[in-house]
């Protein structure tokens, strides 16, 4: 079993924000968005709006959902699900684990 | 004494975001009776890429799909396309389709749009003469923008705006007229707009301060007197409401298909949202996200749910590669914040009313706009000082 890939450290995502990671260290096809709630959780999504050219790492994350910065649609951060339009399509979900303040990164596993 | 009505069929008349909202939040909110959407396209597509992506030739038709054909399949929804309908019968509980059959309904929902206007000027029915509103307007238009031609655009609004900027980029000449300055003042108050209009001359559009009373059709060419000779002319002056149905059914017209608060018409079996429909004694709206908030209210009246929580009108508009948003009502304030520098996007301008924010106007800052949209919405009592402070993070602002 992977022990996934050390990305982030906690405190360089701030509550409500997110960051995002090259696909050449995640060797995924897009960018990794890693998404800090305000219960202090932390999510991993596809990166870019499935909709236009926008980075969720740059949207606004509240209550267990991302809003793009472009247009607002909303995914779910566990899932990746689309909530509205303009997006008609769900975004792809990864599993992330913090281990002493750590931020891992699993791409392509399910969280 | 009202008795109940059960609901088991639904006819929404129109494919746009109003329409497809409203089908939407119908399944959203449980209702599992027959529901069909009626659209006179292929299917229901975006209208908002139709002056910018899909104009440029960077989208086609399915790419600005409102939702792919198996949505439809999965929401269990006949989408009756390349159909329109010709008449309502509340009376006998159906709508006539084009085709010539009659589709029963217990609700019908109106969701018609509008078309675009064209001023009774002369030499406004010349061939050279567009206007934007479906995309066949848009395929029309771009194979027209051709490198280097004349092109005139009628009205800096939003519409107008976006085309400017988009025939740019496609190596057009581009003119804007305006008898309005600065535009669009009364959405992002008077500096913004100032900013937004001068981006264009930035950009090297020719913007002209005038009113157009007349084209002249020379053919090959339009002549605009007193502006100059254009190879295209692209009108952007705004949108008239299609009542045509209700109007025939005796529905309450004006200005729009007068609704109440809870989007139902002088009908009650005939709701009406969008573009077409208009709020009794107050305004109508045009924009992309309040479609779809129609939608939502009408399925939850529909559904005797309770109304959705409302929030701050929100909408976009992109030029010249900047993305700009408007949330709220900048009309409404009495003070503004700038937050940023107008030399630099991003920037903001917070409109304050008694110390609330009451509207926003962001420039490539989209978090600056969504903090806006929940202090208005929360009616949060807010430092002018801070909000006009770079450093100081709007979402913690928002938290307290």
Redesign the interface.
Known sequence: MSTGIRVASLEDI????GIAVAKDVTGTADDIALLRD?DGSVWALDDTCTH?TASLA???VEGGYV?C????SKFCLKSGEVQ???A?KSTCPHRVEIRDGEVYLFPNEAP | MRRAVVVRRIVVVGGG?AG??TV?ALRAGGFDGDLTLVDAGEFPY?R?PLSK?FLKGDKDIKDI????QQ?YDDQAVRLASLTTVTALRPDVGGVELSDGTTLPADRVVLATGGHAARPPIPGVASPLVHVLRTAEDADRLRSALTLGARVLVVGAGLIGAEVASTALDLGCDVVLVDPVHPPLAHAVGADVATWLHDLHTRWGIRTVHAGLESLVDRGAEVEAPGIGVFDVVVLGVGMAPDTALARAAGLDVDRGVLVDERQVTSTPAVLAVGDSARLRDGTRTEHW?AA?HDGQRAAATILGLPAPTTTAP?F?TDRHNL?VEVVGDMAAADVTVIRGSFDTPPFAVFGLRDGRVVGAVAVDD??AV?AARRMIDRTLAVDPGRLADTAV?L?KLL?G
Request: net charge negative.
């Open positions: 701030p509550e409500g924000e305000y236009e740059d949207g606004w809003e910065p472009l247009h607002s509205g339009l303009p008609t | 975001i497809v909202g939407a975006d908002p992506d799909a409102l939702q792919p949505w996200e779809q929100w976009w993305h989209s978090t969504r993070d979402r938290r």
